[in-house]
């Protein structure tokens, strides 16, 4: 018997199916699908699309906005100065009562993995237990996976090493660091190596905040994906953010893009923070806050768009909404093309997916039956109109809905409702 059938489906390459899912697996996915269900969802012609992943965020401080003061300059340095006002007042119950509220928010959004950094620089740990609690609390509905994230400098901080240590000992994932965040560029360079080593001697995956400067002398992520090669850590090193990248001199970032290719590096920026945070030195004209994604793309790299903060003392506001960071993302990086906007829900779904190593994912059979039914016609459509999460499903299991928005029109001689998908192009 099928758990769940949704009937009326389009996916993303404009196939009309039906998708069945038993035992938390997708079944089968065919034209028109009449076996029993348990429970069946109409998906009234609306768009399917698996879950959306954010492959960078920072969990620890969502939703502290304000406390203890707003960020006056905007910049990422006062953010940095503000978060560490923040640390020795925050409390474990505290994290993990912000951190469920967002998973909660996230999961209203079709938000179900989610690769997050926890600051590592604190003797007594207290973001990471909070978050490895967390981590057990949501495992049903989201898979979470945490980088130790040495926030004051792997070496600039003088127990980070030691601490990062202890937080990989305790189950954190990912190995993370910050070499623009360094003493000096030599520093910077040499945390590189010594990070990259720990991951390849742990067998884990590597997550660095790489050249996140307007800065085009901050060339650490030539480091990282030299260590990369000598390691043999190809396709299990992500370099986030990347903007100093923006800024370079285009011959030495043409050898550059062709260097991370040859790594297998990952690339995410994270557009809606960065488009806020970089350029703040800059008088007029000032500077986009976005690495060269449409040069990362031809150049075969896997690009995902990361969310980074939400309501946080770098970013003041957010929603958990991928689509959102999509959307800043082609606005930001000039990429209004048809292909380049379907594209840019790649960023935010399979992309990421690559990044994080996840299992199971997709929707062909034999994947895990976790997806969104979106309001829209098409992955374009989604991103316009920020699409309405019609029904969340993880495993098999509706776990949100939110009905379809339709409003209501009182005009003399007009239509009585108003629904922004069907202002879909006919062509
Ligand atoms: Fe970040």
Request: overall charge negative; aromatic content about 6%.
């Amino acid at each position: 018997m099928i758990d769940l059938l949704v009937k009326n489906a389009v996916l993303a390459d404009g196939r009309k199916v039906d998708i069945a899912c038993v035992g938390g697996k997708i079944a089968d996915v065919s034209p028109s699908i009449t076996a029993e269900a348990r429970e069946t969802i109409d998906a009234k012609g609306y768009l399917v699309s698996p879950p959306f992943i954010d492959a960078h965020f920072h969990m620890d401080a969502t939703l502290s906005l304000g406390m203890p003061r707003y960020n006056q300059s905007g910049t990422l340095l006062e953010g940095i100065r503000l978060w560490g006002e923040l640390k020795p007042i925050l409390t474990h119950e505290a994290v993990i009562e912000r951190a469920m509220r967002y998973c909660d928010l996230a999961v209203s959004q079709g938000l179900l993995a989610i690769r997050t950094h926890v600051d590592v620089c604190d003797d007594r740990l207290l973001c990471v237990e909070a978050l490895i609690e967390v981590r057990k609390h949501i495992k049903p509905y989201i898979d979470l996976q945490l980088v130790a994230f040495p926030q004051d400098g792997f070496y600039r901080d003088p127990h980070a090493k030691k601490n990062l240590l202890r937080a990989l000992d305790l189950g954190v994932d990912v190995v993370g660091g910050i070499p623009h965040g360094e003493r000096t560029m030599a520093d910077g360079a040499r945390s590189m190596t010594e990070l990259c080593e720990i991951a390849a001697e742990r067998g884990l995956l590597v997550d660095i905040h790489c050249d996140e400067s307007d800065d085009p002398w901050s060339r650490h992520v030539e480091a990282l994906v030299y260590e990369t090669q000598r390691l043999g850590l190809q396709g299990r090193v992500v370099g986030s953010h990347l903007t100093s990248m923006h800024s370079m001199d285009n011959y030495y970032a043409s050898k550059l893009i062709g260097l991370m290719a040859e790594a297998r590096l990952h690339a995410t920026p994270n557009p809606l923070i960065n488009i806020t945070l970089q350029g703040r030195h800059d008088t007029y004209p000032k500077r986009r806050g976005m690495t060269r994604v449409p040069e990362l793309r031809a150049a075969g790299i896997n690009v995902s768009f990361g969310h980074d903060c939400v309501m946080d003392p770098w970013y003041p506001l957010g929603q958990g909404d991928m689509l959102e960071a999509a959307s800043m993302g082609i606005h930001v990086g000039l990429m209004t093309s048809p292909e380049q906007m379907a594209w840019a829900v790649d960023a935010v779904t399979v992309n990421p997916a690559k990044a994080m190593h996840l299992e199971g994912y997709g929707l062909e059979k034999g994947c895990n039956a976790d997806f969104v039914v979106l309001q829209a016609k098409n992955p374009v459509e989604a991103l316009r109109l920020k699409a309405n999460r019609l029904k969340v499903v993880k495993r098999g299991r509706v776990i949100a809905e939110t009905p379809e928005r339709v409003a209501a029109l009182h005009l003399d001689g007009r239509p009585g409702t108003v629904n922004g998908a069907d202002y879909a192009p006919k062509v």
